[in-house]
């Protein structure tokens, strides 16, 4: 979750991975783009199946965030300490 980046999508509807973020991806792979709302999730078929429940909580979380920012409800950080949060979280979770 360290990875953050902006892209642009282009006149014909095509969005750019970063290139540091296309480490173990490989030229013609596929992938699964799922919407929910005003998100999008972008998916390697090949790991689709595996992680879909969590990618469905991670979506539904996410659309709820993003309803408490747009209602004012929400704690205002700097990235750095954002990311030592979520790390702390993940060591006290033990997510890999």
Same mark, same amino acid.
């Given at each position: 979750? =360290?990875?953050?980046?902006?892209? /642009?999508?282009?006149? /014909? *509807?095509?969005?750019?991975?970063?290139? +540091?973020?296309? /480490? *173990? %991806?490989?030229? *013609?792979?596929?992938?699964?783009?799922?919407?929910?709302?005003?998100?999008?999730? %972008?998916?390697?078929?090949? #790991?689709?199946?595996?992680?879909?429940?969590? #990618? %469905?909580?991670?979506?539904?979380?996410? =659309? =709820?965030?993003?309803?408490?920012?747009?209602? *004012? $409800?929400?704690? =205002?950080?700097?990235?750095? +300490?954002?990311?030592? $949060? %979520? /790390?702390?979280?993940? #060591? #006290?979770?033990?997510?890999?």
């Amino acid at each position: 979750m =360290e990875n953050i980046s902006i892209t /642009k999508m282009s006149s /014909k *509807g095509q969005i750019v991975i970063p290139n +540091e973020m296309r /480490k *173990g %991806l490989k030229e *013609g792979e596929d992938f699964v783009i799922i919407k929910n709302k005003r998100q999008y999730i %972008l998916k390697s078929v090949k #790991d689709f199946k595996e992680n879909l429940k969590e #990618d %469905l909580i991670f979506a539904k979380r996410t =659309e =709820e965030a993003w309803k408490r920012y747009e209602n *004012g $409800k929400f704690i =205002e950080t700097d990235f750095d +300490e954002f990311i030592e $949060k %979520l /790390k702390k979280i993940k #060591d #006290d979770k033990n997510i890999s």
